[in-house]
């Protein structure tokens, strides 16, 4: 956009009514990720490294979510990271029941069950939160002039009057608005399964609401539309529509698409939170892979906009810029992280920027202005496909290496990993029968590995801020995966039961089908060492790597075990200006406090199911709570409906891991490890004894 235009938008802005945003109180937590434009840092500083110690749990509360009635109990999932404003708190479980809470006790004020079909199945079944919206224009005690609005699991996006959970009856049909509205469904009606959903709460901006969507990947070519809508928070009308997919032939030819292929092509859709500058009048938007996400030969180019960071004007939609960060996508690489708004110190003095995590492991900083790059990025050369019908792309965008965050080596049978040397032989013959070029190695018929899997990097977990410090947090998962390519006429759903741990797609409308799972062996256990999961802080200034560490412990199956050897993480950090950082994410369910400056454990708590969940922290009446749902994923920890809330000298149970007991602990572990080693080096060197002595007496 030029200086002209920049002029023109920020008058009207100006003197848009009611677009000023939501004026938080200090102690409130009252947008996603804590801000409009993300973030996950809080001002409060009455928990510091020196007290946090003394965290209690303050209150729990149960959402009473069990997964009764659901076509599949154990997949569901608690996201949820809880806005609190005015001393109230609400948020919503992943299918689509609200809550409101008295946030210093957990008392339950109200709640509202959106009645999402339970005997269907859903592509990702998550509510990652609700937003709230504040009408200055309405009287004081007027029907909904404060409201909660989230989407759900059927694509409706509903309305309710914060006051009291009631539906927000001028707000499209009875409080609702029907997002499947313009949009090409392929679901079948009567199909047990539901692939068009909203599962980010949406963006606010004065009185204009900007929501993406969450679309099944994989099924086939030609998917939902992955549509950007603005939509009117008063009465749920549609204002503009924005499709990251070029459908109008001399566009598509403009953008590097085939028209033809544009014309079909899905998805490419924006399902991780959005975030807002409002002062600039800009929505950031993170896009998705056009579809499918393993064969690209019904999609050839770049797929510009697809994979994209891209700008969007907050009044009409319009495209004002963008940088796409991967090139056509082939390993389900989504922008899955929030954009981070942040102001970095540079030599030239302060500049803002928006910060984008990714899959890959990478982070980029671009001004948010013109969307120059503000860290360096570089075109890298990357494998060639060698699967007919297909066109990789030849490089691949990346910034300097310090900030590639994730293993992206190639992998080879040297550093094939197991518990035992069984595991360890069936790893390394795995490996050895895989592609593996590295990052951006594309999907082959003989298989490939993707490193990092398609679950990090960086998921939706996003980025936490400490302005003071000058530090981007952010959860990084290294846990390799595998795919394959299945030619059509070899596509049978029945080779699952030889893959048992792995996932089958059809991608209809493509020469191929495909399966993908975890780099492992058949009972499950991953074939590259640990760590899996790792919280890293990159220092804004000078772009390093100011430190980085595991998150999580085997206490589950190695209970003698304590030390972080770093297991998958999904969920994100929230830093404090009291030196404080809260993370949970990590499979091994527990709230950890960090030292900010340098990652190191002050304290953490056994959460009584999986916290892959963002915390929320926030104070009311001069108190600072920390608050985490606590439900857990499939295969991520244990299951449960909880939510808990911690604050200094709270009354609840007794901390399990406390100032200074990390040092002593990690000896601790460092022998057991030891002791382990010899052990099964001693049991390799038996069995290979008694292999010869059967050899010779053969």
Known sequence: MGNWRRRVGLTALAGWGAVSPLLAAPGDWSSYAG?????????????????VHRLRIAWSFRTGELGTGLADPERRRFEANPLVI???????????????????????????DAHVARDKQYSDPASRGVSFWRD????????????????????????????????????????????????TRHDEPDSRWRNYAVTSPPAVAGDVLIVGSSVGDNR???????????????????????????????RAAAGGWQPEQAATVGAANAWAPLSVDVARGLVFVPTGSASPDYYGGERLGDNRDANSLVALDLHSGHRVWAQQLVHHDLWDYDLASQPALAT???????????????????????????????????????????VPGERAAATQPMPEPALRLARMAPVTPADAWGPTPAARGECERLIAGLRSEGIFTPPSVRGTIASPGWAGGVNWGGIA??????????????????????????????????????????MDGTPYGMRRGVLATRKGTPCLKPPWGR?????????????????GTLEETLPWLPLDVGLPVLGGAVTTAGGVTFVGASADARLRALDSATGTTLWDAKLPAGGQATPSVYAVAGKQYVVIAAGGREGLGPMGDYVIAYTLDGKGEEVVFQ????????????????????????LAWARRRWRARVVGRD
């Open 35 to 51: 801000a409009p434009g993300g973030g996950q840092h809080s001002a409060l500083a009455e928990i510091t490294p020196d007290n």
């Open 86 to 112: 005015d001393g109230r708190m609400y948020l919503t479980t992943g299918i689509g029941i609200a809550f409101a809470l008295e946030a210093a006790s957990g008392r339950e004020l109200w709640s509202y």
């Open 136 to 183: 200055a224009q309405a009287k004081a005690n007027a029907p909904c002039r404060e409201r909660i609005v989230f989407g759900t699991l059927d694509a409706r996006l509903i309305a309710l009057d914060a006051a009291d959970g009631k539906p927000c009856a001028g707000f499209g049909n009875g409080g609702a608005v029907d997002l499947t509205v313009g949009i």
């Open 220 to 250: 086939a070519h030609a998917l939902e539309q992955g549509i950007v809508r603005g939509i009117d928070v008063r009465s749920g009308r549609e204002r503009w529509r924005w499709d990251p997919v070029p459908r109008d032939p001399a």
């Open 344 to 386: 970095i110190e540079t030599a030239h003095g302060p500049r803002d920027v928006v910060l984008q995590a990714t899959k890959t492991g990478f982070l980029f900083a671009f001004d948010r202005n013109d969307g120059s790059s503000v860290f360096p990025i570089s075109e890298v050369p990357v494998p060639a496909s060698d």
């Open 465 to 506: 801020i400490d302005p003071q410090r000058q530090l981007a947090i952010l959860p990084v998962s290294d846990l390799p995966m595998q795919v394959a390519l299945i030619p059509r006429a070899q596509f049978d759903w029945a080779d699952k039961a030889k893959h048992p741990q792995q996932e089958f797609n059809s």
């Open 535 to 551: 919280l890293v802080a990159v220092d804004l200034r000078t772009r390093t790597v100011a430190w980085e560490r595991p998150l």
């Open 659 to 682: 100032h200074g007991v990390e040092v002593r602990m990690a000896i601790v572990a460092a022998a057991a490890l030891g002791v382990l080693a010899a052990f099964l080096a001693l």
